[in-house]
């Protein structure tokens, strides 16, 4: 069977997102870019995702035609991929809305989606994950050591990168699929792993810091909270502190 994904691995990148996005139109097929050694690479904003060399894995997937309906979903569908995969290695971990995972309150996983919509329709999105994997302690810079962690760090162990990479293609495959059929599919799912359902928290929206209760994240990454407004939909903010 074709896979759906072509890859590519390149020994060292300024950003995975910005070279996907620099071949989509060079090919027809979907793809992936891969690398361990990224050197610019983007959070959230005009945040910087840190990858010691030879140590974390950068990669993004090149999604074609994906569905207008649905297009901001694909961060969900990212999160439960990096769960299932880190799962397999004995390591339970959480989503914090929008685009973290996290394990015991420690940043593992950082995703970034980009798409493109072209006369009303989307063309693509890339969707961008780091995940730590064989960084030390003090791979990380001062500003974050103490709230970042690797799955080296967790398992005390050094990580096979390529299987990682090889194995993480396969479940982000697979979910997406599923998601594709049924975008219902892993809902349950996402909630069991989110770690602020329910949870009394400080957001950063518009500009404006507030205290709202979060009622629930919705597949397509939306996020249902309750505030002196009563309950509604926001769809981009920032969780500053879990009270």
């Not at 910087?48 to 569908?77: C, D, M, Q, R």
């Amino acid at each position: 069977m074709k896979k759906r994904f072509k890859t590519y691995y390149f020994d060292s990148l300024e950003s995975t997102n910005d070279t996907a996005k620099e071949l989509v139109n060079k090919t027809d097929r979907e793809f992936v870019i891969s690398t361990y050694n990224q050197i610019k690479g983007k959070g959230k904003g005009d945040r910087v995702w840190h990858t010691a060399a030879g140590s974390g894995l950068a990669i993004s997937f090149l999604v074609k035609n994906p569905n207008l309906k649905i297009i901001s979903a694909y961060t969900s569908i990212a999160a439960i991929a990096v769960t299932k995969l880190l799962q397999g290695y004995g390591i339970e971990s959480r989503i914090k809305w929008p685009n973290d995972i996290l394990i015991s309150g420690k940043k593992i996983c950082g995703i970034l989606c980009e798409s493109s919509i072209l006369s009303g329709a989307p063309s693509h999105v890339v969707v961008g994950i780091g995940l730590n994997v064989n960084q030390n302690p003090t791979d990380f810079p001062e500003e974050i050591k103490d709230i970042s962690t690797s799955m080296s760090i967790v398992l005390n162990k050094q990580i096979d990168l390529k299987e990682v990479e090889q194995s993480l293609v396969e479940i982000f495959t697979e979910v997406l699929e599923n998601f594709e059929t049924d975008p219902n599919y892993y809902y349950d799912e996402l909630l069991q792993k989110s770690i602020i359902i329910g949870k009394r928290c400080r957001v950063l929206e518009n500009g404006l810091c507030s205290t709202v209760l979060i009622h629930s994240v919705e597949i397509d990454n939306s996020l249902i909270i309750v505030d002196d407004k009563g309950m509604r939909r926001i769809y981009s903010a920032d969780i500053l502190e879990i009270i």
